[in-house]
């Protein structure tokens, strides 16, 4: 059974950092691209980073090039989403993915973790 995981969520001041962590098991997670999602509250979800199998490939969205950075360990089965300079409009539920290549991960990903909140102030 898949697990994914998400960890490293919580409170920031408006300009501050975080950085998001996700486990995954029961897959073979260097086979796997990862993507980072988030949901506020009345929005659809969005996919704001992506990393492909070798780590060679990333996407970002719009909203989030140039401040947020996603990287994976493959010896902890994990992938890290950097976040820096944060806004106010960054406040969501933010979603852990995995699908088999980069662009399904960010267009249709098979396993979901139950996400972690981050709430930016102002």
């Known amino acids: 059974q898949v697990h994914v995981v998400e960890s490293g969520g919580g409170l920031v001041q408006a300009g501050g950092s975080l950085r998001l962590s996700c486990a995954a098991s029961?897959?073979?997670?260097?086979?796997?691209?990862m993507g980072w999602f988030r949901q506020a509250p009345g929005k659809e979800r969005e996919c704001v980073a992506a990393?492909?199998?070798?780590?060679?490939?990333?996407y970002y969205a719009d909203s989030v090039k140039g401040r947020f950075t996603i990287s994976r360990g493959n010896a902890k089965n994990t992938v890290y989403l950097q976040m820096n300079s944060l806004k106010p409009e960054d406040t969501a539920v933010y979603y852990c993915a995995a699908d088999q290549t980069l662009r399904t991960v960010i267009d249709t990903s098979r396993y979901w973790g139950q996400g972690t909140q981050v709430t930016v102030s102002s």
């Open positions: 029961g897959l073979t997670f260097s086979r796997y691209a």
């Open positions: 990393i492909s199998v070798s780590g060679g490939g990333t």
